[in-house]
């Protein structure tokens, strides 16, 4: 896999906040359509980058952003339910064409990675009940399914939770 996971550049910030969104469109995650207001806080990178750290991964021979992801410890305006010791990561994504080639799992093992450099003693995720290829993956990558810190964001759209500990 020739894919370089790195943080965001902030001449990214544009393309990624799209990118995100789009891929959260077009998989169905954004219940409003594209006028959700979740939409809007995909775009909304540069506030992220600022409060939380966003990756990217790009393709070692164009450099092109395929994928990206927020990683967030406790304590940051982005960590949902990440709780003392723990880190969580969020928003991620995959452009189409970027798929197959281990992207999301490469860009959830930096996660992880952080969050060992930070000391952190877990991580979280939050996850709409109907992606069953992303629940593999991270079954996968030793998450498992944390139902008692399942919650709804919004009326009518509860989120599974995924946890696991860290060595």
């Known amino acids: 896999m020739d894919i370089t996971i790195r943080p965001i550049r902030q001449a990214e910030f544009e393309t990624v906040g799209k990118l995100v969104a789009e891929v959260y469109l077009a998989e169905g995650l954004l219940h409003g359509g594209a006028h959700d207001p979740y939409a809007a806080e995909l775009r909304k990178v540069a506030h992220r980058a600022e409060h939380a750290e966003v990756l990217v991964a790009a393709d070692g021979v164009d450099g092109a952003v395929l994928g990206a992801v927020t990683f967030a410890a406790h304590g940051s305006p982005y960590a949902e ?79 599974w939770a995924f946890a696991r500990e860290l060595t």
Do not use: K, N
């Open 81 to 159: 339910l990440a709780g003392p010791g723990e880190g969580e990561f969020r928003m991620l994504a995959v452009r189409p064409e970027g798929r197959g080639r281990g992207i999301g799992e490469a860009l959830v093992r930096a996660c992880l990675t952080r969050a060992r450099a930070l000391g952190l003693r877990g991580m979280v995720l939050s996850s709409q009940q109907h992606l069953l290829p992303a629940h593999r993956l991270y079954r996968r990558l030793g998450f498992a399914r944390a139902a008692e810190r399942d919650w709804a964001p919004v009326p009518g759209l509860t989120l």
